[in-house]
Each structure stands twice: as structure tokens, then as C-alpha cells.
């Protein structure tokens, strides 16, 4: 996992850029968010993000984009700003799911699941 990454808000946001990026299969993608189910985002808009998503089906970036806007807006959320997440993001697949594990295991440890 990239050192520059400090705090749980910082990786959250990373993880889920990396989880736009498009450069995961649509099934690492899937298997990926699923694995993060019972995990209680600490950045309100990391959720929202999550839940749009879980819902897209699609895999290149840009529709993958146009796919979490729209749901962002169905969930409620139209204000939030989501071209954060949609960044150039270097992250293997390797390092995501080192983040996933990370963060389970952290959300774990500090009672963060449901």
C-alpha cells in the first residue's frame, strides 16, 4: 500500500478511486466491493460512492462515471462531487486488495462493521 496514504478517509478514497479507474475486470470489481459489504464507510460520500458502484455494471471509466452519477443522484446525493474518484490511479490489483484487507481487518478491530 502506497505510504503517502494516512489516514482511513485518505485510503477509503484511494480504494474507491482505484475501484473506478477501470482498470479491474468487472468481476475483480464485483468480488472486491462485495468483500466490503459490512464494511461502515467513515466518509459519508465514500458510502454513497459504494453503493453506486455496487449497482453499475458497466467497466470502462467513462460509463462507469455516467453509470455512479446517475445513481449518486437516484440515491439522494446530486451534490456530491465524485471527479475525485474518477482520477488516474496506479494501483494493482495486488494493492487493492491489500487496502480491502486492510480496512476489513482495521474496520474490524475498531468495531466499524454493521
Known amino acids: 500500500m502506497p505510504k503517502e496514504l494516512r489516514t482511513a478517509e485518505e485510503i477509503e478514497r484511494q480504494l474507491l478511486a482505484a475501484l473506478c479507474a477501470g482498470s479491474l475486470t468487472l468481476a475483480e470489481r464485483r468480488g472486491f466491493l462485495h468483500?466490503?459489504?459490512?464494511?461502515?464507510?467513515?466518509?459519508?460520500?465514500h458510502r454513497v460512492i459504494y453503493l453506486?458502484?455496487?449497482?453499475?455494471?458497466q467497466i470502462h471509466k467513462a460509463e462507469l462515471q455516467h453509470d455512479v452519477i446517475?445513481?449518486?443522484?437516484?440515491?439522494?446525493?446530486?451534490?456530491?462531487?465524485?471527479?475525485?474518484?474518477f482520477v488516474l490511479c496506479r494501483l494493482s490489483k495486488n494493492d487493492?486488495?491489500?487496502?480491502?484487507?486492510?480496512?476489513?481487518s482495521a474496520g474490524t478491530e475498531a468495531g466499524n462493521t454493521k
Open 35 to 45: 468483500r466490503l459489504d459490512r464494511y461502515r464507510w467513515l466518509g459519508p460520500d
Open 96 to 104: 487493492v486488495a491489500t487496502i480491502v484487507d486492510t480496512l476489513l
Open 52 to 57: 453506486a458502484l455496487r449497482r453499475s455494471r
Open 70 to 85: 446517475a445513481e449518486v443522484t437516484r440515491l439522494g446525493f446530486p451534490d456530491i462531487d465524485i471527479t475525485r474518484f
